[in-house]
């Protein structure tokens, strides 16, 4: 099924979600509703709070042929390597794309889809992808990580989003 995407500024993607006790039957559901919403999107990464779910769970796949799905729910960063900066951008702020700095590699802890402890080891597009998606779980947007000069860039961008979500 697919689901509605909460963009900018919703309050909801500002609040940090809450750590997942146990993977139910419907969080198992919601999980593969998100992943099919990403891939009808064309995203690499979608997490709950943008669909409007302040719950630990992230889901990804930055594979070429779009045939490596993941799902982790409470995703916990437990080592990040070196530097990194790309260029992002997010479903949930449309038509914005920017540069940020992240860490090069990453290794990453959760619980799978099935309740079970999994780690991956990250580099390149995947690992920018696992911690943008993280962010989102913690209230943080790409946008709020920008450098003054990015930030000024997008300013106006973001400022028009705000102003048509009070109309
Ligand atoms: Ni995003």
């Known amino acids: 099924m697919l689901l509605e995407i ?12 809450v750590e997942v006790e146990e993977v139910t039957p419907e969080l198992k559901e ?3 509703n998100m992943l099919e919403t990403m891939y009808e999107n064309k995203g ?6 943008q669909v409007g779910v302040s719950k ?4 990804l796949d930055c594979s070429e042929n779009r045939d490596e799905p993941i799902v982790l729910f409470n995703p916990e960063i437990v080592k990040g390597i ?20 992240r860490f090069e590699k990453i290794n990453i802890k959760g619980l799978n889809e099935n309740g079970e402890e999994t ?8 690992s920018t992808c696992f911690q943008h ?11 709020d990580k920008l450098s003054p000069v ?8 973001l400022a028009e989003m705000e102003a048509q979500a009070i109309q």
């Open 6 to 17: 909460k963009t900018f500024p919703n309050k909801v993607l500002k609040k940090v979600s």
């Open 30 to 32: 919601l999980a593969s």
């Open 44 to 49: 690499v990464g979608l997490a709950a709070p």
């Open 56 to 59: 630990r769970l992230i889901v």
């Open 82 to 101: 070196g530097k990194t900066i790309g260029t992002e951008g997010c479903l949930s702020i449309p038509d914005i794309e920017a540069k940020v700095q």
């Open 119 to 126: 780690s991956y080891d990250a580099e390149e597009l995947l």
């Open 133 to 143: 998606e993280i962010d989102h779980l913690n209230g943080v947007l790409f946008v």
């Open 150 to 157: 990015q930030k000024l860039k997008v300013k106006k961008l």
